[in-house]
């Protein structure tokens, strides 16, 4: 599927190197660098959802929550593009991380990228700059934070770019992490100045999961000597996709602090302590309370969830799903699989829940919310969403239905635009409302 971009303007360069400006290169389609496995035909565990940054990532402990057989195919990964993962996979636990990463060229075309230290399983390849998403972050934020820690440059972002994922197989730790990976187009703020007047320039990242930080002309990516990058990297910038590096024990991995525990450690180091992150069966499902204390000081679980919703409209209406044993309508849509494409998950989650194809027209926002209250076990969660849409577009001559057996979602119809002031909406739904043409 064609991914939309948003073009940026000139901004200030740092370590008097050319006016950097933000990408505005046009990406060929997320399910370039998918390495992913094959669609399951069994039921089985849903891999974990992660809460770590940096290079890559350590998960919690599982949930038994049911990982549905995938009922229609989405834009198709070409084959020859995809790297399936389901022969001989090494055993290990499939736990899922999401971060964030942003594009930052100069007048030249040249680009920053970081290069992984000895913390990081990936050491001495090229990452664009970026990381992981703190728990209760907006991925807009961890790209901005991320940024400055890596290369000291202040940023702000000027578009979302595309959101993408990839497999990597950590043996050595017992896990495959599944990453999404949100991509935003950045500009960066005037740079300071020393008492010389001098432009503070690009830096390192002071003992972290990065140890380089350069402007890269894209001759430097392609050819013998080419500086190695992870496929995400190659697909955004428009290069040939290699394969996903072999991963290796970090030299010195990251020592997690107790004073860590609940919250996003940089890089692929030490499994991070404290509550399991434990995903939610349906996004919009968790019933939010008012704060903690409502809770009756029960153990409260956090969850980080990324998941995938279509907005499809057409005539003056909007396609919803109304959620079992409630009266919310929301988007259809839900969570991303362990491997999968955030597009496959929507057109996937759309057949689910109102049994149309959907075609993917482009990629319309991602928001963050977070709140407290119970999910659909009864269980006292703190709550993290991140919710992808996209822009989708349906046949409106079949009639919508659930097909999806015992799943969330009891309803689906077509909604006036005009009457839906009458019905009780999500916050994703009034927030994708605002892109409506």
């Known amino acids: 599927m064609p991914s939309p971009y948003v073009r940026g303007t000139d901004v200030p360069g740092a370590r008097g190197d050319p006016r950097l400006t933000s990408s505005s290169s046009r990406l060929s389609g997320s399910s370039r660098i998918c390495e992913r496995v094959r669609p399951l035909t069994r039921p089985s565990t849903r891999p974990e959802v992660d809460r770590v940054g940096g290079r890559g990532g350590i998960a919690s402990p599982p949930s038994s929550v049911c990982h549905r057989p995938h009922a229609v ?5 070409p084959p020859d593009l995809s790297q399936d993962l389901a022969q001989d996979r090494p055993p ?25 230290s000895d913390r990081s399983d990936l050491t001495g390849v090229w990452f664009l700059p970026g990381g992981g998403v703190d728990f209760g972050e907006h991925p807009r934020d961890a790209v901005a934070r991320e940024v400055a820690e890596e290369t000291g440059v202040t940023v ?42 001098r432009a503070v320039g690009l830096r390192p990242e002071p003992d972290g999961t990065s140890d380089a930080v350069r402007l890269v002309a894209p001759g430097e990516l392609t050819g013998a000597g080419a500086l190695p990058v992870v496929p995400f990297v190659a697909h955004t910038l428009g290069l040939p996709v290699p394969p996903m590096p072999v991963a290796h024990p970090p030299a010195r991995p990251t020592v997690v ?4 525990a609940g919250h996003a450690v940089r890089g692929f180091g030490s499994p991070a302590a404290g509550d399991p992150a434990v995903p939610v069966d349906e996004g919009g499902a968790v019933a939010p309370g008012p704060d903690l204390d409502a809770l009756h000081g029960e153990a409260v679980a956090r969850v980080q969830r990324t998941a995938a919703y279509a907005l499809c409209h ?6 919803l799903s109304r959620l079992r044993n409630s009266s919310l309508w929301t988007l259809p849509g839900g969570g991303i699989d362990h491997g999968e494409q955030p597009h496959e998950a929507a057109v996937r989650e759309v057949h689910e829940e109102t049994g149309l194809p959907v075609r993917l027209r482009g ?19 703190d709550f993290h969403g991140v919710r992808v849409v ?19 979602t009891v309803e689906a119809a077509w909604w006036p ?21």
Do not use: C, N
């Not at 926002?365 to 119970?374: E, K, L, P």
């Not at 822009?391 to 799943?407: A, K, L, N, Q, S």
């Open 73 to 77: 195919a989405s834009s198709a990964v």
């Open 92 to 116: 290990g636990r499939d736990v899922q991380r999401l971060a964030a990463y942003g594009v930052l060229r100069d007048a030249d075309g040249r680009v920053v990228l970081v290069r992984a």
């Open 156 to 197: 702000r972002v000027t578009g979302l770019r595309d959101v993408v994922s990839d497999v990597i197989d950590l043996p050595h730790r017992g896990v495959r992490v599944h990453t999404l990976r949100v991509l935003y187009d950045l500009h960066a703020d005037d740079p300071s100045t020393s008492g010389a007047g």
């Open 257 to 260: 602090p107790a004073a860590a």
């Open 314 to 319: 057409a005539d003056g209406r909007v396609l």
């Open 363 to 381: 990629l319309l926002d991602v928001d963050s919310t977070r709140f407290t209250g119970r999910g659909p076990s009864g269980r006292a969660e």
């Open 390 to 408: 996209f822009d989708g577009e349906v046949p409106t001559d079949v009639e919508p239905r659930v097909v999806e057996v015992d799943g969330s």
């Open 417 to 437: 635009v005009a009457d839906l002031s009458r019905l009780q909406l999500t916050g994703l739904v009034r927030a994708a409302l605002k892109h409506l043409p």
